[in-house]
């Protein structure tokens, strides 16, 4: 930490290594931007998600713009938000109870839900690449849970199937 250097050789240090870092996850941004642009010129070719969660807060259902005596009556429904987006194709929603875990078992669980939607009637032609864009947490996605289900998925309904890790910044 920058803050807690105490000399000056100590200050450099870390100000190169901000600078290596900052160098390192623009030029991640950039592919991972290249990667949705693909996704979204060539949506047979390519399918790009990311997915991610809203597990800082809580957020209460129905939420109402302005509040009055009549709308703080009621009990509301407290939750938590996992969301994915199918670059170029839909935009998905879960609201996820605050008692559930939202470990591997919830990543696992959004993948069907949202390939189901998007392939599951047989409309849509389903592109060969699958690439999956998560946050760098082992707890919820960089385990052997998520890393088998994305190996069973390019045995079953995709030829490449490839994880990126976004890294802090």
């Known amino acids: 930490n920058l803050r807690n250097a105490t000399t000056d050789k100590q200050r450099e240090e870390l100000a190169v290594a901000k600078r290596a870092h900052a160098t390192f996850y623009k030029a991640e941004r950039q592919a991972y931007n290249n990667i949705v642009a693909r996704a979204k010129a ?13 597990d800082q807060s809580c957020y209460s259902l129905p939420h109402f713009y302005e509040r009055s005596k009549e709308t703080d009556k009621g009990v509301p429904y407290v939750a938590k938000l996992h969301g994915s987006i199918a670059h170029g194709v ?14 591997a078992k919830l990543t696992i669980e959004t993948i ?3 390939l189901h939607t998007l392939y599951g ?14 946050d760098n947490t082992t ?21 490449v199937v490839e ?5 802090v910044g």
Do not use: E
């Open 112 to 114: 069907p839900r949202f």
């Open 139 to 159: 707890g919820q996605n960089k385990n052997n849970f998520v890393l088998a289900y994305l190996q069973f998925l390019a045995k079953t309904m995709f030829h």
């Open 42 to 54: 060539k949506p047979d070719d390519l399918l790009s998600v990311i997915i991610d969660g809203a």
């Open 163 to 167: 994880a990126n890790f976004l890294p």
């Open 121 to 134: 009637d047989g409309t849509r032609k389903r592109p060969p690449r699958f690439v999956l864009q998560l």
């Open 90 to 103: 839909a935009t998905f929603a879960f609201t996820v109870p605050m008692y559930a875990n939202a470990g």
